[in-house]
C-alpha cells in the first residue's frame, strides 16, 4: 500500500490543523491499522496516535492526549489526524503508517509494528 500525507503547514501556538492520509493500491483499506508518528531532527521517530481497522480501538502519545484526535474512513481510503491547541513543541514531521494486521497490538506505539509509511508531512507550530 501507498500512503500520502497532506495537511502540514505553518500555524500560531493555540491554533489547529487537520493532517489526512490517502492510501492507494494494496489490500482494502480497512485490513490496516493505521498509525501516526512525528520526528525532529536528532531524534527518534515519536508515536503520536493509532487506530485499529474499524476505529474500535484508538491510542495515544501522552504528549497528545486531549488535544489531537485520530479518525479513519475507510470509504475514503484516508486517515486523519485533527490537532488542536497545538504547542511549539508539536512542530516536527508527520508520518502516517500502516500496520497489516489490522488490529493492534501491545506495540502500537513501535515505528517496527508498521508495515508501510508515508512520505512525511512538515508541520510548524510558531509561539
Not at 531532527?41 to 515519536?46: A, H, L, N, S, T
Not at 486517515?79 to 512542530?91: A, F, G, H, I, R
Not at 513501535?110 to 512538515?122: A, F, K, L, S
Request: hydrophobic share 35%; glycine share 14%; proline share 2%.
Amino acid at each position: 500500500v501507498q500512503l500520502q500525507a497532506f495537511g502540514g503547514g505553518l500555524v500560531q501556538a493555540g491554533g489547529s490543523l487537520r493532517l489526512s492520509c490517502a492510501a492507494s493500491g494494496g489490500r482494502t483499506f480497512n485490513n490496516y491499522a493505521m498509525g501516526w508518528f512525528r520526528q525532529t531532527p536528532g531524534k527518534e521517530r515519536e508515536f503520536v496516535a493509532a487506530i485499529s481497522w474499524n476505529g474500535g480501538s484508538i491510542y495515544y502519545g501522552d504528549s497528545v492526549k486531549g488535544r489531537f484526535t485520530i479518525s479513519r474512513d475507510n470509504a475514503k481510503n484516508t486517515v486523519y489526524l485533527q490537532m488542536s491547541s497545538l504547542k511549539p513543541e508539536d512542530t516536527a514531521v508527520y508520518f502516517c503508517a500502516a500496520d497489516a494486521y489490522g488490529i493492534l497490538g501491545g506495540t502500537y506505539a513501535e515505528p517496527d509494528e508498521y508495515h508501510y509509511w508515508g512520505q512525511g508531512t512538515e508541520v510548524t507550530v510558531s509561539s
